[in-house]
C-alpha cells in the first residue's frame, strides 16, 4: 500500500500540470494529500475524493477552482470526520488492504509558519489529532510547514508542540528524517508494527513546484 502527499503550488502555471500528472501516475499512490491543490489538475483514476470547502476568506487571493486540501483514494471512503476548520484541512476513513484507516489531509499555516495562522492551526490540529487518533487506525499528513531533521524551515515551538503531539497519541513521523523537507506522513505505531515501510522523494529539484512529494509504501 502507498500513501503520497506532495504541496503542487496551487498549479500556478498550467504548463506545468502534464509534468505533475506523469509524476502522480509514476508513484502511483493508494492514498493521495494533494495539497495547494486546483481542480484543474485531473486524476480520474482515483474513484474516492474528500476536499476541503471552498475558501471564503480570500485575502490570498485563490481562484475559484482553488482548495486548500484535497484526499485521493483507490480504497472505499468509510466515513468523514469533521475537522476544526473545514477551509484547511479534511478527513476520512479508509478501508485499506491493511485494514481501516483514518487519514488527515492539511496545511499548517496557509503560507508559512510565519503567517498568523500557523500557531492557531497548528494548536487545534493537535487538538483534532488528539480525538481522531483515539477512533481507530490514524495517518496524519500534509504540508506542515516544520523540518524536523535540519533548520531549513521550523519553529522551536511548532516543533515541539508537534513531537509532544505525536508522542502523546502514539504516532510515528515516517518521514521526520528527510532533510529539507516540510512535508510529512505520519501514521499509527499499531498501524504499521507488522509492516515493512519504505519513504522516497520526488520532484527533488522542485521545478514543478516549491515543495518535494514524499511517499510510504507498506509491505
Given at each position: 500500500?502507498?500513501?503520497?502527499?506532495?504541496?503542487?503550488?496551487?498549479?500556478?502555471?498550467?504548463?506545468?500540470?502534464?509534468?505533475?500528472?506523469?509524476?502522480l501516475k509514476e508513484i502511483d499512490a493508494d492514498i493521495l494529500i494533494l495539497t495547494e491543490y486546483n481542480k484543474l489538475l485531473h486524476l480520474p483514476y482515483y474513484q474516492y475524493k474528500v476536499e476541503t470547502n471552498k475558501i471564503l476568506d480570500n485575502q490570498y487571493n485563490y481562484k475559484e477552482t482553488e482548495t486548500r486540501v484535497a484526499i485521493f483514494s483507490k480504497f472505499p471512503i468509510r466515513q468523514i470526520f469533521k475537522t476544526y476548520d473545514n477551509q484547511t484541512s479534511c478527513c476520512a476513513e479508509f478501508e485499506t488492504d491493511f485494514g481501516n484507516l483514518i487519514v488527515y489531509g492539511t496545511i499548517v499555516g496557509i503560507?508559512?509558519?510565519?503567517?498568523?495562522?500557523?500557531?492557531?492551526?497548528?494548536?487545534?490540529?493537535?487538538?483534532?489529532?488528539?480525538?481522531?487518533?483515539?477512533?481507530?487506525?490514524?495517518?496524519?499528513?500534509?504540508?506542515?510547514?516544520?523540518?524536523?531533521?535540519?533548520?531549513?524551515?521550523?519553529?522551536?515551538?511548532?516543533?515541539?508542540?508537534?513531537?509532544e503531539s505525536f508522542r502523546n497519541n502514539r504516532l510515528t513521523n515516517l518521514t521526520g528524517n528527510l532533510k529539507e523537507n516540510i512535508d510529512h506522513i505520519i501514521i499509527s505505531e499499531d498501524f504499521i508494527k507488522n509492516l515493512n515501510h519504505e519513504i522516497s522523494e520526488w520532484n527533488t529539484s522542485k521545478n514543478l513546484s516549491d515543495h518535494k512529494g514524499v511517499l510510504l509504501e507498506l509491505k
Open positions: 500500500m502507498k500513501i503520497a502527499t506532495w504541496n503542487i503550488d496551487r498549479l500556478k502555471s498550467l504548463s506545468k500540470s502534464s509534468g505533475i500528472i506523469r509524476n503560507v508559512g509558519n510565519s503567517d498568523k495562522n500557523f500557531k492557531a492551526d497548528l494548536i487545534k490540529q493537535t487538538e483534532d489529532i488528539e480525538s481522531l487518533s483515539k477512533l481507530g487506525s490514524f495517518c496524519y499528513s500534509g504540508d506542515l510547514n516544520i523540518s524536523f531533521s535540519d533548520n531549513y524551515y521550523f519553529t522551536q515551538f511548532g516543533r515541539e508542540k508537534f513531537l
